[in-house]
Nanobody, 126 residues
Framework: QVQLVESGGGLAQAGGSLRLSCVAS????????MAWFRQAPGKEREFVTA????????IYGDSVKGRFSISRDNAKNTVFLHMNSLKPEDTAVYYC???????????????????WGQGTQVTVSS
């Protein structure tokens, strides 16, 4: 089992920045691919970004390209989501996810991930 705990959410103004963190426990962190998804009220869960287990390959959803970035510190079992140039439409609950075979299954797909955090709310005001 893998436990994921997100933190860093909160209220930001449009154009501002936030950094989310996700700490993993229970398995060797470098064994799995990591991702961030988000879900706004009344909408489906949306892919944000993913990092392959060695951190060498990352992919991004179209809506966040050029504004968000993912990084991971395997020594600290932590993955980060750096969010810049925030927009009101970025308002959502952000979820951290871990998957052992996500890259083979489709790293931008919800079902590719085996474990999920509880989510952290990000609200961007205009």
């Amino acid at each position: 089992q893998v436990q994921l705990v997100e933190s860093g959410g909160g209220l930001a103004q449009a154009g501002g920045s936030l950094r989310l963190s996700c700490v993993a426990s229970g398995r060797t962190f470098s064994d799995y691919d990591m991702a961030w998804f988000r879900q706004a009220p009344g909408k489906e869960r949306e892919f944000v970004t993913a990092s392959r287990r060695n951190g060498g390959i990352t992919i991004y959803g179209d809506s966040v390209k050029g504004r968000f970035s993912i990084s991971r510190d395997n020594a600290k079992n932590t993955v980060f989501l750096h969010m810049n140039s925030l927009k009101p439409e970025d308002t959502a609950v952000y979820y951290c996810a871990a998957g052992f075979t996500a890259w083979a299954s489709g790293a931008d797909l919800v079902h590719a991930y085996d474990f999920w955090g509880q989510g952290t709310q990000v609200t961007v005001s205009s």
